[in-house]
């Protein structure tokens, strides 16, 4: 089955730096990847994601790289600001023909802003 | 409702004791999944519902684990017989795909305590 790891685990950037969080996934048919942010006692919510069939997608702050050969994916946020701190989740799932694809998660990467 | 509700927010069960969490998604939500997520950790799918259909149920770690959904909208994860590592928040997500690979929904959560 996917296996999806995320790193690093914990990530500390000054206000306005930007912060990177890359993900890998082991199984090639995964071809949705999904961002999800976790605020402390609060749930996930979906801040971007991704298909396979495009390479990079970009929401104002917030962009996102796949490298399918390399069965990798990126995180990328520039002009951190502290209310982007929380932790930072990775998905991947495949969806074809007639079969359902649940999200497979990493671990997690907690994002630190200091003002 | 405007999101996906979960019920009890919090539960502290004595070792041994059965529970049951209940979730109710979004309506008109086709997909439903329950994850499993421990301190520190990302979530961990146990189980996925197309309407009133159990697809998929890989996650499940032990017989004690039972989910349903027999009107495909109110989900119920039953824990028999609960041992201190069930100890975790499970979140329940709803999506609209019937593939299951589209955006997920999910709620605050329901945390268990086996003491």
């Known amino acids: 089955g996917e296996n999806v790891e995320q790193h690093p685990s914990t990530l500390s950037v000054q206000e306005g730096d930007s912060a990177v969080i890359k993900c890998t996934y082991s199984?090639?048919?995964?071809?949705?990847f999904p961002w999800y942010k976790q605020e402390l006692g609060k749930r996930p919510q979906l801040i971007i994601d991704?298909?396979?069939?495009?390479g990079e997608k970009k929401d104002q702050r917030i962009a996102v790289t796949l490298n399918k050969t390399a069965k990798h994916f990126s995180l990328h946020i520039t002009e951190t600001q502290p209310e982007d701190s929380a932790v930072y989740f990775c998905?991947?799932?495949?969806?074809?023909?007639?079969?359902?694809?649940?999200?497979?998660f990493g671990k997690g990467t907690k994002l630190s802003v200091k003002p | 409702g405007a999101g996906v509700s979960q019920s009890p927010r919090y539960k502290v069960a004595k070792r041994g004791q059965d529970v049951a969490l209940r979730c109710d998604p979004i309506?008109?939500?086709?997909?439903l999944f329950w994850y499993q997520q421990a301190l520190g950790q990302g979530p961990e799918f146990l189980t996925y519902?197309?309407?009133?259909?159990?697809?998929?149920k890989s996650g499940l770690p032990s017989d004690r684990f039972f989910a349903e959904r027999p009107e495909g909208s109110v989900s119920t994860l039953k824990i028999q017989r609960t041992q201190q590592e069930d100890s975790a928040v499970y979140l329940c997500?709803?999506?609209?795909?019937?593939?299951?690979?589209?955006?997920?929904?999910f709620g605050e959560g329901s945390r268990l305590t086996v003491l």
């Open positions: 997500a709803s999506s609209y795909s019937r593939q299951g690979a589209g955006e997920l929904f």
């Open positions: 199984d090639s048919a995964s071809n949705y």
């Open positions: 991704i298909r396979s069939n495009v």
């Open positions: 998905a991947a799932s495949r969806n074809y023909g007639g079969s359902q694809g649940n999200l497979i």
């Open positions: 309506s008109g939500h086709v997909s």
């Open positions: 519902f197309q309407n009133e259909a159990q697809l998929d």
